[in-house]
């Protein structure tokens, strides 16, 4: 364990920001605007059409369906950090679970995975991702599931290699030699041990979430009209007569990866197990 | 020798099963060309008719005889609209999609490559800390997020560079450039880790104290750092492609990533499985040329 970086500690106050900001957006859809059972929706208003920011009462002027930029852009928030964390703590579950199972399991399992992880990992993982979508059809369900099956190779890799390292310690036959079980060993000895290094993979994996979602949604495969890619991708057409939506938008997706990347780079630098 | 074979054995398993995978899935998916490609008020007669002729009623089983027989003669087929052949399409979108990949991959190796050593060599440096800054900023903005702002700044403020299109070297500014970024930045960073792990061990005091020059010992701990920065370009290619996919479709580069796209939307099966063979076959030509260079730099690599 090291001390905290000074690229961690910017990471974390980034990184609250964008959670203060998403939560009091939570609060303000349910309790302030709308009500649990009726959440507020941000409003199409023809006549704000590409309202400049600090115009007509709008903080950040309105996107071209005069929709407040502000909501819009809040929504967009909210939708991606849950949907990035659902779907990296799902993605990394399996792949600890397979990366320990290509450790402990018999050869053919070892093959058969091998040969998924290489598929997976030659194909490029967009292309995976418009395959699924383009057979479930644009859905949230379509989505998590894509990114799920090309997510999990990258954290099942790591898992092996730590599984791999953590099962020839002394303390692993002590725990053997008191007669634990297979299923409490992986839950109170591998998973201990393997975590720290998960949660690094985790925190990085999260931004990498939020870069290919967007990416699908710039396609016009995203899973909701709130996702930041989309809103790009309209941005983009009315890059002439209104510039500063593009440039709104990536900056405040590129704050949030910014965060993320430095809080896994301080976090890694602070676990590194190899420097002791 | 048997290691070449089973490596060969390798790729052409994980070239079939990926060919075969996107057979069946493109055909799973909902959507029917034929009756995209006649319109709405085609007669059922004239949609058996055309895909008769397309071979689409078969049963899949015989469908996918077809295709490989097809396959084994060099015949990938034609497309289900403007009934083109597959390989002369792909020829012709074959040579931006190359042009593009090479050109930003090459370049963002050797820039990276370059500024990677030059920052640990300069360990924290004004240049150290600079390029850590840049590097972080460059990874933070996608390429769908970096492109617009680019158009934004190059093309419509500064208005030097084209929008879009292809054709004169001016167009390909700013996709390379666009491309290059985020790739170059990560090349730069693992060349400059990979370079402080290896200039502070014992091989490099011993060529020190034998009195070489500081060139000279740089050029030997860049060609040890080499394989792993290769390992680290070879496992970025898929982000390659993805990210040229995305260029294209930003700047309306007629490229294959671009057809693909559009051979998805259009549920047009020959265009997707031509796209996916040309694809694999070429990421394992790459993947193998790449295990072939680490092989000769690292002979360790090769037991």
């Known amino acids: 364990m090291g001390k905290f970086t000074k690229e961690m500690k910017w990471g974390l106050g980034i990184l609250s920001l964008y959670v203060v900001w998403a939560v009091s957006w939570f609060f303000y859809r349910y309790t302030i605007k709308g009500t649990i059972f009726k959440p507020y929706v941000p409003e199409l208003d023809m006549k704000l059409e590409l309202a400049l920011p600090f115009s007509k009462g709008l903080v950040l002027g309105a996107d071209l369906l005069g929709r407040s930029l502000l909501e ?23 792949g600890i679970l397979m990366g320990y199972m290509a450790v402990k399991a018999p050869s053919w399992f070892k093959l058969v995975f091998d040969l998924l992880i290489n598929l997976v990992f030659i194909f490029p993982s967009i292309l995976i991702a418009i395959m699924i979508m383009a057979v479930t059809g644009q859905s949230m369900q379509g989505l998590i599931f894509a990114m799920i099956i090309t997510g999990w190779p990258g954290y099942a890799k790591i898992a092996r290699g730590e ?18 079980g297979e299923v409490r060993l992986f839950f109170t000895v591998i998973i201990p041990a393997i975590l720290p290094v998960m949660i690094v993979n985790m925190v990085l994996g999260i931004s990498g979430v939020i870069i290919s979602e967007a990416a699908l949604g710039f396609l016009g495969l995203g899973g909701s009209p709130y ?26 997706m590129a704050g949030l990866i910014i965060g993320l990347n430095l809080l896994g780079d301080g976090l890694r630098d602070y676990l590194d197990p190899n420097k002791g | 020798m048997s290691r070449l074979l089973q490596k060969a054995i390798y790729a052409f398993v994980t070239i079939f099963v990926a060919l075969t995978t996107i057979f069946f899935v493109i055909r799973m998916s909902p959507g029917d060309p034929v009756e995209t490609v006649l319109g709405q008020k085609a007669t059922q007669e004239e949609i058996q008719k055309l895909k008769t002729q397309l071979g689409l009623d078969l049963p899949m089983s015989s469908q996918y005889g077809n295709y490989l027989k097809g396959l084994t003669k060099g015949d990938l087929g034609k497309t289900i609209f403007g009934n083109k052949d597959v390989k002369e399409l792909l020829k012709e979108r074959m040579k931006p999609t190359i042009i593009l990949a ?17 920052a640990g060599y300069k360990k924290n440096k004004n240049f150290d800390k600079f390029s850590r800054l840049i590097s972080l900023f460059a990874l933070s903005f996608p390429i769908f997020s970096l492109a617009p702002l680019m158009v934004l700044l190059f093309s419509i403020k500064l208005n030097l560079l084209p929008v879009s299109e292809w054709g004169s070297l001016k167009h390909m500014i700013l996709p390379i450039v666009t491309l290059m970024i985020p790739l170059g930045a990560i ?37 040890v750092c080499l394989p ?29 990533g671009s057809l693909l796209f559009d051979g998805i939307q259009n549920r047009d099966y020959p ?33």
């Open chain 2, 271 to 303: 265009i997707v499985q031509g796209v996916i063979v040309y694809s694999t076959v070429s990421y394992m030509v790459i993947y193998f040329l790449i295990d072939y260079i680490n092989e000769k730099l690292d002979p360790r690599t090769q037991s």
């Open chain 1, 72 to 94: 819009v852009l809040s929504a967009g928030l909210t939708y991606s950090l849950t949907l990035s964390m659902i779907v990296t703590i799902a993605t990394a579950s399996i």
């Open chain 1, 227 to 252: 996702s930041w890619g989309a809103m790009l991708s309209a941005a983009k057409t009315v890059l002439l007569e209104a510039p500063h939506i593009a440039m709104i938008l990536s900056l405040t």
């Open chain 2, 102 to 118: 090479s050109i930003s991959v090459t370049l963002s190796a050797i820039v990276g490559i370059f500024l990677g050593i030059w």
């Open chain 1, 163 to 180: 599984s791999k390292r953590v099962l020839s310690l002394t303390y692993v036959e002590g725990a053997r030699a008191i007669g634990i």
């Open chain 2, 187 to 223: 090349v730069m960073r693992v060349t400059r880790n990979k370079y402080l792990e290896e200039a502070h061990s014992q091989w490099v005091m011993v060529t020190r104290s034998k009195g070489l020059s500081d060139v000279a010992i740089l050029l030997r701990v860049l060609k």
């Open chain 2, 228 to 256: 792993t920065i290769l390992n680290v370009v070879s496992i970025q290619l898929s982000v390659v492609i993805a990210g040229t996919m995305i260029t294209e479709t930003i700047f309306d580069i007629p490229g294959m």
